[in-house]
């Protein structure tokens, strides 16, 4: 291994192995529509959602992240003094100093590895995506010491009750990144757009609730999308002089606040082909598109006939190349930060060892406020570690299965109870965990300086 002495930059550096943690019970979206009293289909079609995770008293941010740190390293037998950065990527904030990562450290007493950088990274569900941008640069920076980065995404996705509840979701992802990686991040090639605006944000500090500005936050994260896009293809045409296109990718991943919304997403990135591929292309490719070539872009976001032509072009495209990949969102939720990284878990649970090798996958993640990017990832066998990684999540649609369906009532009573304690210290949670998945963390109790001691539940 290089040991940041040499000058040349480690090789294939991505995803070496990842773990995804979501909670054991969830509320079933068609019973939630007729608790709410919407009309039948608005969250299961309207937004493409069937299952929405969710914690009790019982877990929080930290307790999340643990579960999911302690899982990976434990499957993929990776000694704790191993590790040479952990960053860690949430908009759940439990304490305004203390991070995340410093709560992660008591996992690594044992090994009396204590020389670890990094910390917390904020910016609503980006945090996972910086995290990871940061620890790459590690990996290819003067001050890697030959060890590997650990990231961790980790959020609790609640809102109050109205239209926006069915979107929640919560859980974590925790990704091992070094060298000679079987998921490799293409380098110099990545596009991002950043601004000022005011979509989704916190700035109630009691509150678990953003406030939110449901319309705008779709009008930006299209929009970023746009621009993500067109920077990634003038920046794959001046490095390779490759023209981007979707045929450029076999996975395409997205963010998914709700499914819904990414199937969209997909359709727009063909309205950006069809405006700006070279119009024989267009003709021979996309003919049915031809008559929309003459849009703007910033003009359609809400344009109905638009969005109809393009979602109906782009059906066959979006059930190869994203759908795959929606498994875990539609699920379990939006779970912010590790959204678009469970995204890259279903798609790879999707498919076959053989049926990955060589694939190029395109990645879009937002945040509201907003930051926004879009890279891509080559998987490759990697002498071995691709059966390692992909044995590492073999389990996850078993664990999605063997969860607990909880009534609506009994949801909404969670939700209550969750913002009557949130802060509240000392306090000891009430809720049962007879039904966790074994290896759980849990809040075992919170003492009157606002403590927090937890507990593993091991079968
Ligand atoms: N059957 C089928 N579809 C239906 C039905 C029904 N019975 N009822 C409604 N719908 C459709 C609507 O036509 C609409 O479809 P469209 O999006 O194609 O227009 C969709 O369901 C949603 O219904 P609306 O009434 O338009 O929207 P609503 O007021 O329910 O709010 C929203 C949806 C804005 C997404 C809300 O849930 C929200 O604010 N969520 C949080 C913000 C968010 O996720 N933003 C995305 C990016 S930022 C982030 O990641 C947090």
Redesign the pocket.
Known sequence: MNNGTDKSWPPHVGIVALEIYFPSQYVDQTELEEFDG?????YT???GQSKMGFCSDREDINSLCLTVVKNLMEKHNIGYEKIGRIEVGTETILDKSKSVKSVLMQLFEASGNTDIEGVDTTN??YGGTAALFNSLSWVESSAWDGRYALVVAGDIAV?ASG??R??GGAGAVAMLVGPNAPLVIERGLRASHSAHVY??YKPDLESEFPR?D??L??QC?LSSLDKCYKRFSEKAKAKNSETISLESFDGILF?S??C??VQKSLARLLLNDAISLPEADVKSKYSDLESIRSVKLEDTYFDRDVETKVVSSSKKIFEGKTKPSLHLANQVG?MYTPSVYGGLVSYLASKTEAQLVDNRVCVFS?G?GLQASMYSIRICKANGQLTKLLGGISDVNSRLDSRKKIQPALFEKTMTLRQEVHHKAPYVPVEPVADFFPGTYYLESVDDMHRRKYTRKMK
């Open positions: 919407v009309s039948g289909g608005k079609i309207g937004l609503a569900c809102y239209a926006a069915p979107t979509d989704f939110v449901g319309k936050s779709i994260y963010h606040p709700y819904k919304l939006n937002y509201s």
